[in-house]
């Protein structure tokens, strides 16, 4: 009887841990990890219809990445949204940062969609949004190791290029807008 | 791995600066629909405005309605409208790993217990182990009583629900005065409110159209898939004890509790035989109209399957449109091209993408830039269609309109003609809008001294008859192809190197040329796509049968890889799913891509 008591104690002591383990994991409001990443050397197309070589883009100044596109419902706004604020806080130094949206939507995401998706939040220079063929698309996607073979099947991601060490913040989730301007200082963007 | 969520202080915290943020707001200007001396709006105009605000995020006085997401993210109610998420219906979502539940009427107004009973599949959600399996960030919505016209004004701004919790900080809190919110709860009360008609306990109703003109062997092409996938669907013994057994074993595992999720009947569609009507439209397209009214007032249907006429299918697609029918997948190659309709969904733009193709392939040839080019145009449906998508993509790149010469229905062009056009004009490029009769004119340019590099013609048009251009003009002769085209071994071979699994690479699809371009079998394998698609969304539907979220259900759905085309794929407003055209050269081989499916 004692035995069994005390298993059950035990039991009891780990599912404790479990669930403290779980709520503790719960407060975090996004994943945040610091990457190394290499570049795949493609060729994508702007919002303009201009073609734009994609490893020279990420070396320019400092990035900060999306993956979003034109007509999704839910998660793309946000982090579109967030772009669009930190472009105001920015004002007229809103090309020191380089901000690029890539389609994961390709067949859709026509340089016209494009265009017009940046105009609904009132992007400023230094915003691009990329499409390309699906296979140059994948081959982005798998550099940041951010591959969905399906775009329904995203997820939010938002990815920094430290202007330091040109290492990558890594950021899994939705933030707020203090949050991402927390982020984009820690790296010293803003 | 799962994103966890605010704790529920850092909400309550949100949601008290919030608070603040509304306080402080100056007072807002009076709504312009009820303080003037113009007569009291009826009850369907407010459910108009209601509809815009909940569509559009457009308040009555014109203006976008504001909002803050994330707790501090301020935002446009047009970026962010209750539509976007909640989607068309109402009936919510699953988008990114974001969890949005119903918003209508009947769920709203009663109270919420969609994941305490295992009988979930009557529910519009994904079932929990779905969303869970899929899921990196998401909250499930929790139980809640019946909301109020109180309590839902006050989860609208302040994201409290009716059982006191904060919900997840991606649904917007609304800054909305007393009036405009009366308007947008009044239009969700009357959201997907009642079946939509041409269903009933027993039946839902389904009607197909076909016009005289249209062959026997296309017609039985579209009528016997459709037929069979009814008839099939309604001997299946759904009922059978052993089935639904099967679907709710109580599994340990997660994965076998996925599959039985995802396998699952739904009750609605289980209790339910579907009957296909087919609707015969005889005369002139002009006289369709009212032939077409007649059939929906003697039989109102859920939606038109499928359908197949000879030419336009503008007076269908208004019909459609005006009545708020879905039709899905008609067998065109003359769709109505719009961004903005709703209830007709295209397999494709039909000819007018094979014109797109065209032009965005010669956009992007750098050696045609400020070159001459010449287009020749059948004066035929075909030829304007396909001119027409050429001219209005060419002319979004900037470019300026090529000389455009009609060719009469007819009306055979010369090699005379063509030499003089050629030596005068020496044009870098033609393209070349005309059916089988095109053949000839290749050979005449085939033996032209000054004849350019490329000239593009449409497959679609040339019909089989493309099978049959010679070794001479295969060599400048371009074709715009819409369907899919098998690997290469050299092809496969390459993806296989490469150790990253694409969706392009995880199989290879076999597809024919010689099918591709008979029309019958063509119209064959549209139709099983569209039982394909369709069994899908009943599904998914969730015995909800509601016209918009079928559309919606279908605009959720994943990329789909089928047979004809390269890619199907949907998104939230999209109406055209294929969306790919080659450009190919003709060779001993077979067909050699010159493109990407995509081109921009």
């Known amino acids: 009887m004692k035995k069994a008591l005390t298993l059950i104690q035990l039991l009891a002591f780990i599912a404790v841990l479990l669930v403290g383990f779980s709520a503790g994991a719960d407060d975090r409001k996004y994943r945040r990890t610091i990457e190394n990443y290499s570049m795949p050397d493609v060729v994508l197309v702007n919002q303009n219809g201009a073609k734009v070589r994609f490893k020279e883009l990420m070396q320019s100044k400092p990035v900060i990445v999306d993956f979003i596109f034109g007509t999704c419902t839910t998660i793309c706004p946000i982090l579109s949204v967030s772009f669009a604020n930190l472009q105001q806080k920015l004002g007229s130094n809103s090309q020191k940062v380089q901000l690029v949206s890539i389609s994961i939507d390709p067949e859709n995401d026509t340089p016209k969609v494009l265009k017009e998706y940046l105009k609904r939040y009132r992007s400023k220079p230094g915003w691009d949004f990329l499409t390309g063929t699906r296979s140059d698309i994948d081959k982005v996607m798998y550099a940041f190791n951010a591959y969905i073979p399906n775009k329904m099947s995203h997820f939010p991601l938002t990815l920094i290029r430290s202007p330091g060490d040109g290492k990558w913040i890594r950021i899994f989730g939705l933030m707020g807008s203090a949050e991402f301007i927390s982020e984009c200082q820690k790296v010293g963007i803003l | ?600």
């Not at chain 2, 008290?16 to 003037?36: H, I």
């Not at chain 2, 759904?238 to 997660?254: E, F, K, L, Y």
């Not at chain 2, 009469?408 to 005068?424: C, Y």
């Not at chain 2, 969304?537 to 015995?543: E, I, N, P, V």
């Open chain 2, 1 to 600: 791995m799962r994103i966890p969520i605010r704790s529920g202080q850092g909400n309550y915290i949100s949601a008290a600066a919030f608070c603040l943020v509304v306080l402080l707001l100056p007072v807002w200007p009076p709504t312009s629909y009820g303080a003037t001396d113009k007569p009291s709006p009826s009850s369907e105009e407010l459910l108009k405005l209601g509809e815009r605000m909940y569509r559009e995020g457009i308040l009555p006085s014109g203006e976008p309605m504001n909002a803050f997401v994330k707790g501090d993210l301020p935002v446009p109610g047009t970026a962010f409208t209750c539509a976007s998420c909640h989607l068309r219906s109402g009936l919510g979502s699953i988008e990114g790993g974001v969890v949005t539940p119903p918003t209508n009427g009947p769920y709203l107004f009663k109270p919420f217990k969609g994941y305490s009973s295992p009988r979930y599949v009557n529910t519009p959600f994904l079932p929990p182990q779905l969303v869970k399996y899929n899921s990196q960030y998401y909250q499930k919505p929790h139980n809640r009583p019946v909301y109020t016209d109180e309590s839902l004004a006050n989860a609208l701004r302040s994201g409290i629900d009716s059982a006191g919790r904060v919900m997840n900080d991606v649904m917007p809190r609304y800054l909305l005065e007393d009036d405009e919110m009366k308007l947008l709860v009044s239009y969700l009360k009357s959201l997907s409110s009642e079946f939509s008609p041409g269903v009933t306990d027993t039946t839902i109703r389904f009607a197909t159209i076909v016009s005289d003109g249209v062959s026997p062997e296309e017609r039985n092409a579209m009528l016997v898939p459709l037929e069979n996938y009814i008839r099939n669907k309604n001997q299946a013994d759904v009922h059978d004890p052993r089935m639904i057994r099967s679907n709710q074993v109580r599994s340990t595992g997660a994965r076998s509790r996925l599959m039985a999720a995802v396998t699952m009947t739904s009750l609605g569609v289980a209790n339910r035989k579907l009957s296909l009507s087919c609707w015969e439209l005889k005369g002139a397209p002009e006289t369709w109209r009212g032939q077409l009214e007649e059939y929906y007032r003697k039989e109102p249907v859920f939606a038109i399957l499928g359908g197949i006429t000879r030419g336009e299918w503008q007076p269908i697609h208004q019909f459609c449109e005006d009545n708020r029918i879905p039709n899905i997948f008609p067998i065109t190659d003359f769709p109505v091209v719009s961004q903005d309709d709703w209830y007709t969904l295209y397999l494709s733009k039909g000819y007018y993408q094979e014109g797109e193709g065209a032009a965005r392939f010669l956009n992007g040839k750098e050696d045609l830039k400020d070159k001459r080019i010449i287009q020749f145009v059948r004066d035929s449906r075909e030829g304007r269609a396909l001119s027409r998508g050429f001219l209005e993509t060419w002319r979004g790149f900037g470019q300026k309109a090529p000389e455009t010469i009609t060719l009469k229905a007819g009306m055979k062009l010369t090699a005379k003609s063509l030499q003089r056009e050629l030596a005068q004009k020496k044009p870098a490029a033609i393209i070349l809008w005309d059916g089988p009769e095109a053949l000839k004119t290749l050979e005449m340019v085939a033996v032209e001294k000054n004849r350019p590099s490329i000239i593009l013609v449409s497959s679609t048009y040339l019909g089989k008859s493309m099978l049959s251009l010679n070794e001479r003009v295969q060599k400048f002769t371009y074709l715009t192809y819409p369907y899919g085209i098998s690997q290469t071994p050299e092809e496969r071979a390459v993806q296989l190197a490469t150790k990253e699994i694409t969706s392009s690479s995880m199989g290879s699809k076999v597809f024919s040329m010689e099918a591709n371009t008979d029309a019958t079998i063509r119209i064959s394998l549209q139709t099983q796509i569209l039982t394909i698609i369709l069994h899908s969304a009943l599904l998914d539907m969730r015995g909800n049968y509601y016209r918009d979220n079928l559309l919606d259900v279908i605009g959720m759905d994943m990329d789909q890889d089928v047979p004809l085309y390269e890619r199907l794929s949907f998104g939230p407003g999209q109406r055209y799913a294929s969306k790919g055209c080659y450009i190919v050269q003709l060779a001993k081989t077979g067909l050699v891509k010159k493109s990407g499916w995509v081109i921009h």
